[in-house]
């Protein structure tokens, strides 16, 4: 009885950390990662393809973390931003359809490539919610083909703590959600969603996590939890 | 059975998604990434040039070890501030740390030395 209740434990402890899973394992839905062991990631400028122009650059900046955090090597940012720029393959759009990445391989080293597209940003006039459409995208440079994807719509609530006045707590609020708070923004959509990616070499976990469940390929999140 | 039971319920404990403590410490990185990214003026720089410095040597992660890219990063920053010796050396020290990180840092080094 005492062990039955310990499981328990641990599975609500389980799934009270994770967010809602798909009915795959991350061996089934990111066989490719598993097969091809890729340890090099290169992060592409995100397409943004929504109102605010800022976007990219909120994602940019804020994506190498999770990843690192799973365990891989990722191109450091601003060098390989300089480079693509240099080479006239800043515009990630050239490159999302390639039927060959292995350029990306021959230049960076990179076994990944990570495209982001920013489909929507919208944050409500009154009040501390910023709403981002998004989509992630992870190509192999071997294989070409897509070896990990996720797309969700993530509800930031960029509020501060009540101050017990609703005055205060209105405008604490709008000056929150018009400076840098949407790094946070951008910064949260990445952790949610890379929670999931298998782990790379550099982590503990590194080829003993492929029996977890996978997250949902698409989903609808409200943040922070 | 009973040990078994207890090894279970850790491992489970351990691989789920909630667990806080990350490979790597980064304190006000992604920040200082994005106001360098937008501004690069000489407040940002520093700002960004101070927390390079915190991630290469005062690295709280559970890897205790230096994350990528930010020595290469950290390097070039130091070139391009006029600081050549410093910012190849970390460039170097990338490659040290990161094997993997040859094809690219070797591109690099070359483009330097032209």
Not at chain 1, 76 to 84: A, V
Not at chain 1, 103 to 122: P, Q, R, S, V, Y
Not at chain 2, 4 to 30: F, Q
Request: hydrophobic share 40%; net charge positive; aromatic share 10%.
């Amino acid at each position: 009885m005492k062990h039955i209740k310990l499981i328990s434990t641990a599975f609500l402890v389980l799934m009270a950390s994770c967010g809602p899973t798909s009915k795959l394992t991350k061996t089934q839905a990111y066989g490719g990662i598993y097969n091809e062991k890729p340890l090099t990631v290169l992060i592409m400028p995100p397409i943004n393809r929504s109102t605010n122009v800022e976007a990219k650059e909120f994602f940019h900046t804020t994506l190498n973390v999770p990843i690192i955090n799973a365990g891989y090597y990722v191109v450091p940012p601003f060098l390989s931003m300089e480079i693509l720029k240099r080479e006239s393959a800043y515009d990630s759009e050239l490159f999302i359809d390639k039927p060959s990445l292995t350029i990306f391989k021959e230049i960076f080293g990179a076994d990944m490539t990570l495209f982001t597209i920013i489909n929507k940003w919208d944050k409500s006039s009154i009040g501390s919610k910023v709403t981002v459409d998004i989509e992630y995208i992870v190509k192999s440079t071997t294989s070409n083909e897509t070896i990990y994807s996720r797309k969700g719509t993530v509800i930031y609530n960029t509020s501060v703590s009540g101050s017990g006045n609703i005055f205060l707590d209105i405008a604490g609020s709008l000056i929150n959600t018009a400076a840098a708070k949407y790094v946070d923004v951008a910064r949260a959509c990445n952790e949610y969603t890379f929670s999931d990616f298998p782990a790379g070499l550099y982590s503990p976990k590194y080829n003993l996590d492929g029996a977890e469940m996978s997250g949902l390929k698409s989903f609808k999140v409200r943040l922070p939890k | 059975m009973k040990n078994y039971i207890y090894m279970l319920v850790i491992a489970v404990a351990l691989s789920s998604c909630g667990s806080s403590k990350k490979l790597y410490s980064w304190n006000k990185y992604e920040k200082a990434s994005y106001n360098y990214l937008k501004k690069a003026d000489e407040k940002s720089t520093n700002k960004i040039i101070k927390e390079y410095k915190k991630i290469i040597n005062e690295q709280k992660g559970i890897r205790k070890s230096i994350p990528p890219g930010m020595c290469a990063d950290y390097g070039f920053l130091l070139i391009q501030k006029g600081n050549k010796a410093e910012g190849i050396a970390n460039l170097k020290k990338e490659i040290a740390l990161y094997p993997e990180s040859k094809v690219f840092i070797d591109r690099i080094l070359k483009l330097i030395e032209e």
